[in-house]
Each structure stands twice: as C-alpha cells, then as structure tokens.
C-alpha cells in the first residue's frame, strides 16, 4: 500500500528562522507518534537551516520549494542541490504551477531540475495542473497528458518510482474552490492510466500521487479516502498548527 504524505508548502511565506521554527516546535509533539504518514516541510530557502536543525531525529522530514538544475556556477538568484543536499533537504518542489505561470518556467526546464534531482538522490515532488479555461473547454486530460509526457521525459521506471505527483488544478490554489473527490479521483486515475501506459501495473501501483488545492480540515479526509490520492500538498492550511494537524491527522485515519 502507498504511504501518504503531507507536504507543507509555505511559498513566500515563515521565511525568517525564527518564526519557522516557532511553528514547528508546537508541531513535533503533536504529530511525533504518526507513522502511517510522510510529513514533509518545504519552508522558503531562508530558513532551511534553521528548521533542519529543529526536525532532527523527528519524523518530519525537509523539503525545498524549487532548485537550479547546475550544481554550481554564475547563476545568480539560484539554488544548487548540491546546497540543499548540504543542508538536509530530503524533497524539492518542481515545477508548481506558480513558477509556470509567474517565472516562466517550462515542462523542459521542470525536467531537466527533475533528472538532477534524482541524480542527487533528492525525492521530487512535481506538480502538474490545468488552468480554469482549460478545464471549462475540456481539455483537463490532454493538458495533463502533455504535461506528464514532456515533464517526465526520459525518466525511468525506478526513477518515477521515486517521484511524487502533485496533481494541484491551479483554479483551486489559494482560491478557496477545492475540486471535489470525484473531480480530483478522476484525474489521479488519468495519471494512473498515462503511467500504466508508458511503464506498466507494478510502477504506477507505486508512484505517490498528492492531490493539491484548498485542502482544508474540513474537507481532507473525505480527499484522502479516494483510492487513487495519497495526500496532499498543502499551502494556505501548512502556515497554522492546528489545520495543519488537523490535515495530518485525516491522512493517518485513512489507513487506520
Ligand atoms: P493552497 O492550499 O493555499 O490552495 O495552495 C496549494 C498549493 O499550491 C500547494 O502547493
């Protein structure tokens, strides 16, 4: 069976050490005996180092909310991995959909960072989503399939086997509109399908698929008991303890 994870995503947001850790500190207790689920922070750069060094021997795990795909270089304004690497990063966020809408960044850069990552053993989390408009006219599934199909280009069989899917319909980021378990079942599935089709049973049996946007306390868990989502990326509802657990905690009941 799949494990689920929970990733925070804090974007531009708790980027000083000291109210990083703050958060955290109340976390850990709350959240110290759940085995049954992958938790993962992904705080803004500044405060990585900081947080590593409070989620030492816990079972929270550091994640990074984008890379660079050199190690190093004259690239300025870039992250190598090989810093993240250094600091204790265990994930990093590709290609959300707020570096493809705002930054720019495209399906051929997303995996080109993809294929570093994996090659320095970071465990990707790679979101895939379509805008409203597409969705209205349609076209969910051929803009998902593109996306997959260019994104995860040349990737082998054990390395989607190490990459989690976020799949995150940008309509429902920060907008308050989830999609519901249905809508968000049926594109989990599609993934499935695609994944099926270009590897086989046994890989996409495997590859974690996160559902992400607007996930709430109250409306997680009924997310989570789709056969086909294995958690959530969490923006909004990872900056405040209580809904973060409360998201946690309606991912554990499903494998209860
Ligand atoms: P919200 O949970 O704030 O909608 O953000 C979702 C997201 O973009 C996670 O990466």
Redesign the pocket.
């Known amino acids: 069976m799949r494990k689920p994870i929970i990733g925070g995503?804090w974007k531009m947001n708790r980027g000083s050490p000291a109210e990083a850790s703050e958060m955290l500190k109340q976390l850990i207790p709350l959240v110290k005996d759940i085995q049954s689920v992958d938790i993962v922070i992904s705080p803004p750069f500044t405060a990585l180092y900081a947080v590593k060094e409070i989620l030492e021997s816990t079972n929270i795990k550091l994640g990074a909310q984008n890379m660079y795909f050199e190690e190093k270089g004259a690239y300025t304004g870039e992250i190598s991995p090989t810093f993240l690497k250094a600091i204790g990063c265990e994930y990093v966020i590709l290609g959300?959909s707020e570096r493809r809408n705002i930054f720019k960044e495209t399906d051929a850069l997303i995996n080109k960072k993809l294929k570093k990552a994996l090659s320095m053993d970071l465990s990707p989390i790679v979101?895939i989503g379509e805008h409203l408009e597409e969705r209205e006219a349609g076209k969910t599934k051929e803009i998902i399939q593109t996306q997959m199909d260019r994104t995860f280009k040349e990737i082998t069989r054990e390395e989607m086997i190490r990459t989690v899917i976020?799949y995150?319909p940008i309509w429902?980021?920060?907008?308050g509109k989830t999609a519901t378990p249905e809508q968000a079942e049926e594109i989990h599935a599609f993934i499935r399908e695609l994944l099926t089709q270009r590897y086989d049973k046994e890989t996409t049996d495997s590859v974690r698929i996160q559902y992400?946007?607007?996930?709430k306390p109250n409306n997680a868990e009924e997310l989570f008991r789709q056969g086909n989502i294995d958690g959530g990326?969490?923006?909004?509802?990872s900056l405040q303890v209580d809904s973060l657990f409360a998201i946690i905690k309606a991912a554990d009941k499903t494998r209860l």
Do not use: D, F, K, W
Request: hydrophobic share 40%.
């Open positions: 995503n959300h979101c976020a995150e429902a980021i920060g907008t992400g946007g607007s996930i990326l969490v923006g909004g509802a």
